[in-house]
């Protein structure tokens, strides 16, 4: 599976919007973007995934460049209950979960 | 709906005593995983099982076993704890379909003195 590389840490302003980049430029055809965050002491928490659409749900916006070789995962409006790591993963299509690997994640800070 | 419930909450062991973790989930997921997570290391992938009555090893499975006899329950076995299996025990399940993602619980802390 391809590796992804995230920045370790970010700053976002409360309300704000919380950009959060990944860069998987080794991704094949084949492989799915996944964003799960990891509040304190909690377990993750699967958050989107998407293929090469760009994709929205209730808790956020996925945006995948036309190269697929990254993604920005986007929190339109950020929250202090929002600050958490947030890992992205790759992961090849039609596979299980045991293909799910993750890295350090980028610790996002909301700021009052 | 409770998801994934890992029981206990927290556990502190002496050096060879043994212990099990139950993970049970209610959403009739065909897969469960259990992860371990350090800090520094992310969460790596102790065992997984594809259904009742399977398991398979993960990335990292020495001093672990595991059993799933029935299809909401995954069982994770300590048989001669170590100070090294100190960490964070993450259980997670998902459905057969492919792309499913992971539901975790809220994990089990377990230190080893």
């Known amino acids: 599976d391809a590796k992804t590389t995230q920045p370790p840490s970010m700053d976002c302003a409360e309300g704000r919007a919380a950009n959060l980049p990944c860069n998987h430029s080794?991704?094949?055809?084949?492989?799915?973007v996944y964003w799960y965050r990891q509040i304190h002491s909690q377990g993750p928490q699967y958050i989107i995934h998407?293929?090469?659409n760009n994709e929205t749900n209730e808790m956020a916006s996925l945006i995948i460049t036309e190269d697929r070789k990254s993604s920005t995962l986007i929190l339109p409006h950020a929250t202090l209950r929002d600050t958490a790591v947030y890992y992205c993963?790759?992961?090849?299509?039609?596979?299980?979960?045991?293909?799910?690997?993750f890295g350090a994640g980028t610790r996002l800070f909301v700021k009052a | 709906n409770a998801g994934v419930t890992q029981t206990p909450k927290f556990r502190v062991l002496k050096t060879g005593q043994s212990m099990t973790l139950l993970c049970a989930q209610d959403?009739?997921?065909?897969?469960m995983y259990w992860y371990r997570q350090d800090p520094g290391m992310g969460l790596r992938l102790i065992h997984y099982?594809?259904?009742?009555?399977?398991?398979a090893k993960g990335e990292v499975p020495d001093g672990y076993n595991v059993s799933r006899l029935k299809k909401q329950n995954f069982l994770l076995g300590l048989e001669s704890a170590a100070p090294s299996q100190t960490s964070v025990y993450f259980c997670?399940?998902?459905?057969?379909?492919?792309?499913?993602?992971?539901?975790f619980g809220n994990g089990t802390r377990l230190t080893v003195t």
């Open positions: 997670a399940s998902s459905t057969d379909r492919g792309n499913s993602p992971l539901h």
């Open positions: 099982s594809v259904g009742e009555g399977t398991t």
């Open positions: 080794t991704i094949s055809g084949n492989e799915y």
């Open positions: 993963i790759v992961r090849v299509a039609n596979t299980g979960g045991f293909k799910t690997i």
């Open positions: 959403m009739n997921h065909e897969y």
């Open positions: 998407g293929l090469k």
